[in-house]
């Protein structure tokens, strides 16, 4: 019998959601890095990844895929490499074209969802009729009888983002996510582009 050299891995997760619904600032918080600076006009298009090591020591590894709708192909790639992919609503705007859209792809990739519903802290939050919409989608929170994670954050202040991670890393246990360290390697293409060294391509090993 062969000796079982795997491992337990970080899970990979993917924000997605609609653009200006608060899925740069989420990472920027978390990361306490400055995304949206290298990107024009705040829109991020590149699919990114970023690792982080929570309160708790735990690793995630994070995708920052685009929310402009002329980036579809790379959001849907984010999507089909994700473990778990966070669906941010902004509580104020609700389920928005991109928002449905992300949807799809994650139902497709079989990928985990959870929802985070961001800008709660806004005076024109209204997160019940944001479930329904949800619902209306066929996305059902666990408030509302489902079995999908939602989280109430505000990514610009930080309130409820230590709780979206926590979901993350029990969501990510309950997934048992291993790897073989000494499997051959396999890689995804996030990203490609031409340099003056040549072409470059970002890979999530």
């Not at 389920?95 to 802290?121: C, L, W, Y």
């Not at 309950?174 to 072409?199: I, Q, W």
Request: charged share 25%; hydrophobic share 45%; net charge negative.
């Amino acid at each position: 019998m062969s000796e079982d050299t795997t491992t337990v891995r970080p899970p990979i997760v993917a924000v997605m959601g609609h653009v200006d619904h608060g899925k740069t600032t989420l990472l920027d918080y978390i990361r306490k890095a400055n995304v949206a600076a290298r990107d024009h006009g705040g829109i991020t298009q590149h699919l990114g990844a970023y690792r982080v090591v929570t309160d708790q020591g735990k690793a995630i590894t994070f995708l920052d895929t685009p929310g402009h709708a002329a980036f579809e192909g790379i959001r849907k790639r984010g999507g089909e490499v994700a473990d778990i992919v966070i669906l941010v609503v902004a509580a104020d705007d609700g389920v928005m074209p991109q928002t449905k859209e992300a949807i799809r792809h994650i139902k497709n990739a079989g990928s985990v969802m959870i929802v985070a519903f961001n800008k709660v802290d806004l005076p024109d939050a209204n997160i019940d009729h944001v479930k329904q919409q949800l619902a209306e989608n066929d996305v059902l929170v666990e408030s509302y009888g489902g079995d999908v994670v939602s989280v109430e954050i505000s990514a610009k202040s930080g309130q409820g983002v230590d709780q979206l991670l926590e979901m993350i890393s029990l969501v990510s246990d309950l997934l048992e996510l291993k790897a073989d360290p000494k499997a051959p390697v396999v890689a995804f293409t996030l990203e490609s582009r031409m340099d003056k060294a040549g072409p470059l391509a970002s890979l999530l090993v």
